[in-house]
């Protein structure tokens, strides 16, 4: 499936882009050869637990800005998936969390996100807004907000799966 370039002009040269034979945003002209691909973006997200309850946010930016979700946030290029997810926790709840197990990759037709979840347990530190939330919370895992993405519902049943165990 076909993405909007977020650009008109040719990288190189500065020539217009037009869809190629694929769709694809491409260069023109001869001897350039540029074509546009999009990247995916890849993003973590931790369902952290402490003494039964899991950590949410409440988001403070788009999208679902005010919704409940829990702790996520964009990969840095060259930066190391698990490490990330516990930046991402750090920075909008002020804890620390360790990873105990992958609960799954997710994506969706049309998204250039890919959403890789985990599930951890908080080690240290006591919930704090940080700069991407407007609250945090403690959540029982029967009495948890709606949740407003598409893969959530994936990714809690894969978290109560190996919680029950
Ligand atoms: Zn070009």
């Known amino acids: 499936m076909a993405l909007p370039s977020p650009a008109r002009f040719c990288p190189r040269c500065a020539a ?19 074509t546009w691909y999009p990247d995916p973006k890849v993003a ?3 369902l952290a637990e402490r003494d039964g ?11 679902a ?8 946030g964009y990969v840095d290029a060259g930066e190391v998936l698990e490490d ?8 909008e709840t002020g804890v620390t969390v360790r990873l105990d197990r992958l609960l799954g990759a997710y994506s969706e037709p049309g998204s250039p996100v890919v959403f890789i979840a985990y599930a ?6 006591d919930p704090a807004p940080g700069d991407e939330a407007l609250e945090v ?9 709606p949740f407003p993405f598409p893969h959530d519902a994936a990714v809690l049943a894969a978290w109560s799966a190996g919680a029950a165990r």
């Open 120 to 125: 951890g347990t908080i080690t240290d530190g």
């Open 137 to 145: 919370g403690m959540f029982a895992p029967d009495a948890l907000p």
């Open 53 to 63: 309850q899991l950590l949410l946010v409440r988001r403070n930016h788009e999208p």
């Open 65 to 72: 800005f005010g919704r409940w979700a829990f702790p996520s």
């Open 16 to 34: 217009p882009l037009a869809p190629d034979a694929s769709g694809r945003p491409a260069c023109g002209i001869d001897g350039c050869g540029y």
């Open 44 to 46: 973590v997200g931790v």
């Open 84 to 91: 990330a997810a516990r930046r991402e926790v750090l920075e």
